[in-house]
């Protein structure tokens, strides 16, 4: 049986989640990076504060921009193999801005390293479903979101730390031999899947549990057998109403998050030396919260994310309104806001998941890695436009405004979609 048409398993593919689990970790990590060592680049490329920043947004922008022509022009490579060579390629483009001398070939590098950046969350997003049965989607998120979440609690610190010590260069350099390293896991652990077309939700189980989660297509509730010939508008308004709730989330997230480390000691007040330490904690927390993230939405479906995004937008609020000056209060407002984020990209993942059909998962994956990518980009150059003219609380607290926002666009779509499911039905 050829990996195309071979079904997916019936337990979690351990090693195969593993690797991609490391590979996210050191994604996440190269992406966050200028987050944690603002003053160290800005020292050693003789720069502002806000022109590290955006070094996030442009890179961002670019993966806006060509992810969705590099996910069309690459739909009939094997989705493994094309996997493998993304995170080499993502290796090399991080070895290439260690060694490049100023600002603005660091810049040109950042973009070089984009292209691999946006094909990889792509690529990752859909993974997951082609892996496991349509039962075990949300635990394999969970898993794979589990590197993502071990980069806030060990990658960024200790990059952090690492370019403290080393200097930025040398960081990025130890970052990407590890890249390398699990290339070479992948290597081993991840097995063919064919290309993202060759798989489709036929199942009757899987009809009933895309038809719960609000993604309804002409085929999956018809008959087995039948050819599938479009899709209900149910399915494509809920994905699309997904993707305009990320960029909203993403803008206002990192709005704030871009300069987490002068929240951490301008806001707190808290010394440059325990920054490591604090963002240790932080991402300490958010490991845990994204444990429970796929038992949660198997139990809450949408109302868990809605809940998340609620609670990301209150904390951001609490910080704002508490100002400067509240250390001890605003290090607990902070610390829940650290936990509650981590829910919210699993959710995203899974909620995509649960109303895209096969056949255009990997579209919609796409899209929904642009949205992201444009909310970092928006996020971080607003913070930083942001951060010249206004106080730093006030910039937190236009973040959760935008944060508020994306709620309301999640819970009136959500009513909206759970009505069209209804009259589907």
């Known amino acids: 049986m050829s990996p195309q048409s071979k079904p997916a398993v019936q337990r979690l593919p351990i090693g195969a989640l593993v690797s991609l689990s490391l590979a996210s970790f050191a994604v996440i990590t190269s992406e966050l990076f200028p987050a944690g060592l603002i003053n160290v680049m800005k020292n050693d490329l003789q720069v502002s504060e806000s022109a590290v920043g955006y070094l996030m947004s442009v890179y961002a922008f670019t993966v806006v921009i060509t992810c969705i022509p590099l996910t069309i022009v690459t739909k009939n490579v094997e989705r493994t193999k094309l996997l493998r060579l993304v995170v080499l390629g993502f290796a090399i483009g991080c070895l290439g801005t260690a060694l490049v001398p100023n ?12 292209l691999a950046h946006g094909m990889f969350w792509s690529l990752l997003s859909a993974y997951p479903a082609y892996l496991v049965p349509p039962r075990l989607v949300p635990r394999a998120v969970t898993f794979t979101s589990v590197g993502g ?8 610190p200790f990059s952090t730390w690492l370019g403290q010590q080393l200097g930025w260069r040398g960081a990025m350099i130890s970052l990407s031999v ?15 899947v064919g290309i993202g077309s060759d798989h489709h939700d036929t199942s009757e189980e899987n009809a009933a549990q895309l038809t719960e989660g609000g993604a309804a297509t002409v085929d999956d509730l018809a008959p087995q057998g039948k050819t599938k010939r479009r899709l209900a508008p149910v ?17 206002g997230h990192y709005t704030a998050y871009t300069y987490i480390a002068l929240i951490i000691t301008r806001q707190l007040g808290f010394s440059p030396s325990l920054l ?17 993230s796929g038992r949660l939405y198997e139990k809450y479906t ?8 609620f609670l990301a937008s209150s904390c951001l609020l609490g910080l704002f309104f508490l100002g400067q000056g509240a250390k001890w209060a605003g290090l607990a407002v902070f610390l829940l806001w650290s936990c509650v984020a981590a829910f919210v990209p699993p959710f995203f993942v899974m909620r995509l998941l649960s109303v895209t059909p096969a056949q255009i998962r990997d579209t919609f994956s796409a899209i929904y890695n642009a949205s992201f990518n444009a909310g970092i980009g928006s996020g971080s150059a607003l913070g930083g436009f942001l951060l ?28 909206i979609t759970s009505s069209q499911t209804s009259a589907a039905r």
Do not use: D, E, H, Q
């Open 178 to 192: 590890f890249m390398i390293v699990v290339w070479a896991v992948m290597l081993k652990l991840l097995p063919a």
């Open 103 to 114: 600002y603005s070939s660091v810049l040109v590098m950042r973009m070089v390293t984009a």
């Open 235 to 251: 399915s494509k308004g809920a994905a699309i109403g997904l993707c305009v709730t990320v960029a909203l989330y993403v803008t």
């Open 149 to 156: 979440s071990a980069a806030f609690i060990l990658g960024v």
């Open 302 to 309: 949408v109302r868990a994310l809605l809940a998340a995004l």
């Open 388 to 415: 010249t003219r206004l106080a730093l609380p006030s910039v937190i607290g236009i973040a959760g405004v935008i944060v508020m926002s994306a709620f309301v666009v999640s819970f009136f779509m959500t009513r």
């Open 276 to 292: 490591s330490l604090m963002l240790l904690i932080s991402g300490i927390l958010g490991f845990f919260g994204s444990l429970t």
